[in-house]
């Protein structure tokens, strides 16, 4: 079992930055791929980025290329998405997931996620 928490959520005005965190109860956290997910009110959770296990694999969301970066810390059992230049339409909660499947499989699924952090909610007003 893996617990996730994430942190770094808040309010920030449009164009501001935002650094989430994921924090992993997990010594072998280098075994799971990370992704980010959002949900906003009345909407379907959407995929943002995932990471593969060593780091060195990314995949983003067209909507959020160029602007946001995630990335992890396997010593320290911690992924991060950087969201830079937010928009009032990425209000949302937004969660981190790990999975144990395959780089290339389903990576922006919420489905092929194994475990899920609680959420943190970001704010951005305009």
């Known amino acids: 079992q893996v617990q996730l928490v994430e942190s770094g959520g808040g309010l920030v005005q449009a164009g501001g930055s935002l650094r989430l965190s994921c924090a992993a109860s997990t010594r072998t956290f280098s075994s799971y791929a990370m992704g980010w997910f959002r949900q906003a009110p009345g909407k379907e959770r959407e995929f943002v980025a995932a990471i593969s296990r060593s780091g060195d694999s990314t995949k983003y969301a067209e909507s959020v290329k160029g602007r946001f970066a995630i990335s992890r810390d396997n010593a320290k059992n911690t992924a991060y998405l950087q969201m830079n230049s937010l928009k009032p339409e990425e209000t949302a909660v937004y969660y981190c997931?790990?999975?144990?499947?395959?780089?290339?499989?389903?990576?922006?699924?919420?489905?092929?996620?194994?475990?899920w952090g609680q959420g943190t909610q970001v704010t951005v007003s305009s």
């Open positions: 997931a790990a999975r144990t499947s395959g780089w290339l499989y389903k990576q922006t699924s919420y489905t092929s996620y194994d475990y």
